[in-house]
T-cell receptor, first 112, second 118 residues
Framework: GESVGLHLPTLSVQEGDNSIINCAYS??????FIWYKQESGKGPQFIID?????DKRQGQRVTVLLNKTVKHLSLQIAATQPGDSAVYFC???????????FGSGTRLQVQP | GAVVSQHPSRVICKSGTSVKIECRSL??????MFWYRQFPKQSLMLMAT?????????EQGVEKDKFLINHASLTLSTLTVTSAHPEDSSFYIC??????????????FGNGTRLTVT
């Protein structure tokens, strides 16, 4: 079936570097995408979202890029900090469906 | 704003017993809440959609008689795991979207319930 998936299961970066987490989706009917951060033992925390009529959106230290041509989503974190260490999930919302479908997740490890 | 509270955060029960998990939206009303399950080092999988005042909608492969959902008010949904078995041990997470929001808006998640069945 159609799903959301990730290229890299684990990403290790040095503190202060920029991080890029990637996500591939296969459902062209998806019209809304979200990135969540999940720390150990906690629920997912909203980071940033983007609608399919956009290709870029910026937040505080984070940027989400959407490439609909190749069905690719990325999350860029600037000046990565130890507190950014967590598992990051992309999620998609199929048109007309109320729930979110999650990708497999990427663990970000920030080395001091 | 948009806080979802889940209780309990952890529960250990014996095989064959039932466990109830509560999910509350604290500062908004939600006609719909979503229950996810997450196994260690895996992603979140949607179990069911809880609808206020009507029956829940279950995803394929999820037993509705085992995972009883009740959505009695606009701020409370409960998930009861009946006759729990060790394979039901997992992290259960609820979520909701402010009913004023459209579908293209974030889900807000509770902090999950770690269920261990011995």
């Amino acid at each position: 079936g159609e799903s959301v998936g990730l290229h890299l299961p684990t990403l290790s970066v040095q503190e202060g570097d920029n991080s890029i987490i990637n996500c591939a989706y296969s459902n062209s009917a998806s019209d809304y995408f979200i990135w969540y951060k999940q720390e150990s033992g906690k629920g997912p925390q909203f980071i940033i979202d983007i609608r399919s009529n956009m290709d870029k959106r910026q937040g505080q230290r984070v940027t989400v890029l959407l490439n609909k041509t190749v069905k690719h989503l990325s999350l860029q974190i600037a000046a990565t900090q130890p507190g950014d260490s967590a598992v990051y999930f992309c999620a998609e919302n199929l048109t007309g469906r109320r729930a979110l479908t999650f990708g497999s997740g990427t663990r970000l490890q920030v080395q001091p | 704003g948009a806080v979802v509270s889940q209780h309990p955060s952890r529960v250990i029960c014996k095989s064959g017993t039932s466990v109830k998990i509560e999910c509350r939206s604290l500062d908004f009303q939600a006609t719909t809440m979503f229950w996810y399950r997450q196994f260690p080092k895996q992603s979140l999988m949607l179990m069911a959609t809880s609808n206020e005042g009507s029956k829940a909608t279950y995803e394929q492969g999820v037993e509705k008689d085992k995972f009883l959902i009740n959505h009695a008010s606009l701020t409370l949904s409960t998930l009861t795991v009946t006759s729990a078995h060790p394979e039901d041990s997992s992290f259960y997470i609820c979520s909701a979207r402010d009913q004023a929001g459209n579908y293209n808006s974030p889900l807000h998640f509770g902090n999950g319930t770690r269920l261990t069945v011995t």
